[in-house]
C-alpha cells in the first residue's frame, strides 16, 4: 500500500522561510512525477509544483520565484523549500505521487502578517 507522510509545515511570518518533505512507503520503482498541491479554506487544491524524475519543475503561478521543488529519487522523496512566504500561502499542504495518484494526509502551513 501506497503511503506518502508530509513533514515540515506550521506557522511563519510573512517573508519567513518553511521547508516541507514527503517520504514515500510502498513504491518499489522511481517515480516518474511528484509534486505538492495545496488547499486554502474555501477553496480547490491547486497546483503548488511538481517535478519529474530528469529535474524538470513546474511551478504555480503564484509561487514561482519563491518556492523550490526537488527530490531524492533513490527514496521517492520530495521537498519544498518556501520562502519570502506570503498570508495568501496559509493552505494545508499535500503530497502527491503520479505513479497510482496517491495523496499524503496534508501538513498545514499558516503565514501571518
Known amino acids: 500500500q501506497v503511503q506518502l507522510v508530509e513533514s515540515g509545515g506550521g506557522l511563519a511570518q510573512a517573508g519567513g522561510s518553511l521547508r516541507l518533505s514527503c517520504e514515500t512507503s510502498g513504491i518499489s520503482f522511481i517515480v516518474k512525477e511528484m509534486g505538492w498541491f495545496r488547499q486554502a479554506p474555501g477553496k480547490q487544491r491547486e497546483l503548488v509544483a511538481t517535478?519529474?524524475?530528469?529535474?524538470?519543475?513546474n511551478y504555480g503561478d503564484s509561487v514561482k520565484g519563491r518556492f523550490t521543488i526537488s527530490r531524492d529519487n533513490t527514496k521517492n522523496a520530495v521537498y519544498l523549500q518556501m520562502d519570502n512566504l506570503k498570508p495568501d500561502d496559509t493552505a494545508t499542504y499535500y503530497c502527491?505521487?503520479?505513479?497510482?495518484?496517491?495523496w499524503g494526509r496534508g501538513t498545514q502551513v499558516t503565514v501571518s502578517s
Open positions: 517535478i519529474f524524475v530528469s529535474g524538470i519543475t
Open positions: 502527491w505521487e503520479g505513479s497510482k495518484g496517491s
